[in-house]
């Protein structure tokens, strides 16, 4: 049975359309932005692609297979360009500029806390925030917190991120401290005194009572463990 050749036609259009689908279709472009936010997406509550503006090159020589890519090293959000390149029949490359707009769930201040406090959970919340409106990655983590005393005063709600915190000092120069010392089959406790100072798990150095000068890690309550 033949079939009419305007039938032939018609049966042929929607794969004719297809190879004519223009690589600067939105979508297109969207799903170079996707494959690129892949990475990002465990640290992402959502994000949102806005392409343009862009028109393309009227002159743009014909091309029968295009690429697009995201340039080594790009941002992960904000501002950037993905690539569309010609790999067969052309050797043309065009940027199209993307804006990517990003989200996620990170630690603010539940009330307003005083520079110096050394917050606790309950001093803070989860609260969703929008990552290209900041210059630092904030903190998303309570456990990155503890121990760790504000640098500066915090508002209720204010974002909280690593450079407004330091490590609180659990030995102070000049205090009395005890030893915990480990050696080959021994354990054994002794008095001391702390030379410097030195916050959770930082070296400090310490006198025994005999004279002797150590350098063992610090640990909350005055206490300094030394390896022997």
Known sequence: MRFPFFLLLVAAAPAFAQAQRSPFEESVLRAAVDKHMAAQAAQLTRYEVQVGPFTPRADLPACARTDTFLPTG??????MAVGVRCVEGGTWTVMVPVTVRAWTTALVAAAPLAAGAVPSAQDLQEQEIEL??????PLRDAQAVQGRALTRPLAAGQLLRADML???QVVNA???VR???AGAGFNVSAAGQALTAAAEG??????TELGRVLSGTAREGRIVDVAL
Not at 74 to 79: D, I, L, N, Q
Not at 132 to 137: F, G
Not at 202 to 207: D, E, K, S, W
């Open 202 to 207: 930082q070296p400090v150095r310490v006198r």
């Open 179 to 181: 030893l915990r010392i």
């Open 166 to 168: 330091r490590a609180v």
């Open 74 to 79: 790009a941002r992960p959000w904000g501002r």
């Open 174 to 176: 000049g205090d009395a």
């Open 132 to 137: 290209t409106r900041e210059t630092a990655l």
